[in-house]
């Protein structure tokens, strides 16, 4: 009946639901999404009222949990979504963080023995570390970074090309660089900015705010993702998933009062101790490709995120979302 069969983990968060969504879309599709919900929320979840979705709370790292799912459907792709996210998030849970690599095996195990096609696999613009390059370029990943998301990214990273290379497993690996959008949780520092911005707060920014980033809107991304997978594009590749429009942090927050008319002052909090990289700014060759247009800039994605229902909807509160 279908025509593909799609898992998604980390489905209820801000990436993995926003790809959900999407996936949802064309009824040729069945996914199944897998979140334990942790900081995943279930009104993130597809809307759309169809019998070609169906969600299940699991935990990924947990290899019975995980074995059962598998062995249920005939999965042909796999968006491997779920992980530990967030500066402060990883900063303090780091064994945590590293339990995200049993997650990385259950999957590729599975996907091996279950007769799965593709891995798709998020990584992140943490496996660059401090850059030796700008922009970024996929080819390049110096490893100079000790902390535990960016080590467990690479891992992961690894493992898919191991069982590339031994099992014929294909992937892609995906390295998003800050992907925002309406569904983001305060965690993030978008979402951050612009609920205190609108709410008169001060904008809290760490250090003195000239580190540098690239901010990618959700419907940028998951368009170039789709799109790879779609088309049959970047197999056994990686691709930068963000923005090349470098801002510093503290520009970043000038930009989210001057689009909200907000009046709140900026205020510089101490440096955090590790994370915190001077320079993010990928090259964004290949997802240029995929898109066959320019991103949106940063005022636009920003108005975007506003003008959502998903971020202006009072019921259930911003705040009560996040319990």
């Not at 290899?63 to 005939?74: E, V």
């Not at 996907?111 to 996929?138: D, F, I, M």
């Amino acid at each position: 009946m279908y025509k593909r069969k799609i898992l998604v983990t980390g489905g209820a968060g801000n990436v993995g639901s926003g790809l959900a969504r999407r996936l949802v879309e064309d009824e040729g599709n069945f996914v199944v999404i897998v979140d334990n919900l942790s900081t995943g929320r279930l009104w993130k979840l597809p809307q759309k009222a169809s019998t070609n979705w169906k969600f299940i709370k699991a935990d990924v790292n947990r290899t019975d949990d995980f074995s059962t799912i598998m062995a249920a459907y005939n999965f042909d792709t796999v968006f491997h979504y779920a992980a530990v996210v967030g500066v402060q998030r990883t900063l303090e849970n780091p064994i945590l963080v590293l339990e995200d690599i049993d997650g990385i095996r259950n999957v590729l195990r599975c996907a091996k023995n279950s007769g799965v096609k593709r891995v798709y696999y998020s990584s992140s613009s943490e496996v660059y570390g401090e850059p030796v390059e700008v922009p970024q370029r996929e080819a390049t990943t110096p490893l100079n970074s000790r902390l535990p998301y960016a080590i467990v990214k690479n891992v992961g990273e690894a493992y898919l090309r191991s069982f590339s290379q031994e099992h014929g497993l294909e992937y892609t690996i995906f390295r998003f660089f800050n992907t925002y959008g309406p569904r983001q949780s305060e965690d993030f520092v978008i979402t951050r900015f612009l609920r205190q911005a609108m709410s008169g707060r001060p904008i809290t920014v760490y250090g003195d705010g000239s580190q540098t980033r690239t901010f990618c809107h959700i419907d940028d991304n998951v368009s170039a993702t789709v799109a790879a997978f779609t088309q049959d594009r970047h197999v056994n590749d990686t691709v930068n998933i963000g923005s090349d429009e470098e801002v510093s942090v503290r520009q970043l927050a000038e930009v989210i009062c001057q689009v909200t008319g907000s009046k709140s002052s900026i205020q510089n909090l101490p440096p955090l101790q590790e994370g915190d990289m001077t320079r993010r700014c990928p090259s964004i060759e290949k997802m240029l490709g995929l898109l066959g247009r320019r991103p949106l800039s940063l005022r636009e994605g920003i108005q975007a995120t506003i003008d959502s229902a998903d971020f202006q909807s009072e019921v259930p509160a911003f705040s009560e979302r996040r319990t």
